[in-house]
């Protein structure tokens, strides 16, 4: 079997959500405390044994590329300073060179299209795709991807993560079919998947929460998926092709997702994050009891 080496990153929406803050600078590169969103997802890759990145870029990304490079004048100053922890903070998630790249998806067709896209970087091999909108935290320091690999070497599918979501969720996400299939541990044989269902034709709660390991064979299915859900080709429709001729098996999160798709979910991240920083912890507290809710 394979090892998995290579992360999908799409980067290329819009971000209109958050207009105007994304009107020049990608969604991807808001702050959640002291690290761009996508520096979490590309954190975990790292520490999950991930050995090179496929970016899938559009118009005005360009910060991004240079976020995952060196910039050898500020790293200059930061070393003759002896700032060594910040110098540590600004290298340490950059990928080895030729490890690497960058494609564009010109055309906005959907997440499905976007990985799509990726085919001739990919090969013919077990690839990641890891969805920066989605934070993923462990308390524990557990690295969700690293189990997720672990559970696609332990039964040879594909694997996507899930967790459950309150019914009113349900239509913001891809929902998993499970069938008469139940968790055995941490991981549960998938019979179908749905994208963004109604809460009436929802085959359960599990929701899809943007992590997931490929065989190559999804490009496959990827090229006969036609427009779905908002007219767009989506990654959870050729997924619901894979199921019937691979199997497919869902993890189970066993941490937090937190959700920066939206203003909200941004703002709920950024102060669940600040909480796990121990000088910002009793300060953020503090704070957040000194507010008069009531006003
Ligand atoms: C995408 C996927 C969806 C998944 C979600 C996770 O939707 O299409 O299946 O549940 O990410 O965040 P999006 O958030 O791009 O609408």
Redesign the pocket.
């Known amino acids: 079997m394979k090892k998995v080496r290579k992360a999908v990153l799409p980067v290329a929406?819009w971000g209109t959500r958050f207009l105007p803050a994304t009107k020049v600078m990608p969604k991807e590169m808001l702050a959640v405390v002291d690290r761009p969103v996508i520096q979490y997802a590309v954190e975990e890759a790292l520490a999950a044994g991930i050995e090179e990145f496929i970016f899938v870029t559009g118009r005005g990304k360009q910060t991004i590329e240079n976020h995952f490079d060196h910039n050898f004048e500020l790293e200059h100053l930061l070393r003759e300073k002896n700032r060594l922890e910040e110098l540590e903070s600004i290298t340490r998630i950059i990928p080895d060179e030729g490890k690497i790249f960058y494609t564009r998806q010109s055309q906005r067709r959907?997440?499905g299209h976007a990985v799509l896209c990726t085919r001739e970087i990919v090969g013919d091999e077990p690839f990641a795709v890891l969805?920066p909108?989605?934070i993923i935290w462990s308390k524990n320091k557990k690295n969700t991807l690293k189990g997720m690999l672990d559970l696609y070497e332990e039964k040879g599918t594909s694997v996507v993560l899930t967790s459950r979501v309150i019914d009113e969720n349900v239509t913001?996400?891809?929902?998993i079919d499970p069938g008469v299939n139940q968790f055995e541990h941490n991981a549960i044989k998938v019979q179908g998947?749905v994208?963004?269902p109604t809460l009436k034709d929802a085959p359960s709660n599990y929701?899809?929460?943007?992590r997931y390991i490929f065989s190559p064979r999804i490009f496959d299915c990827l090229e006969k998926t036609k427009p779905g859900?908002?007219q767009e080709i989506?990654?959870?429709d050729a997924m619901a092709k894979l199921v019937k001729s691979d199997g497919f098996n869902a993890y189970l999160l066993d941490g937090e997702h937190l959700?920066c798709?939206d203003k909200a979910g941004y703002v709920k991240a950024t102060i669940y994050m600040a909480l796990q920083k121990p000088h910002l912890r009793d300060d953020i507290i503090e704070y957040i009891k000194s507010l008069d809710l009531t006003k």
């Open positions: 929406g959907g997440l969805l909108d989605d913001r996400y891809g929902i998947f994208e963004k929701a899809i929460m943007g859900a908002g989506q990654l959870t959700d798709g």
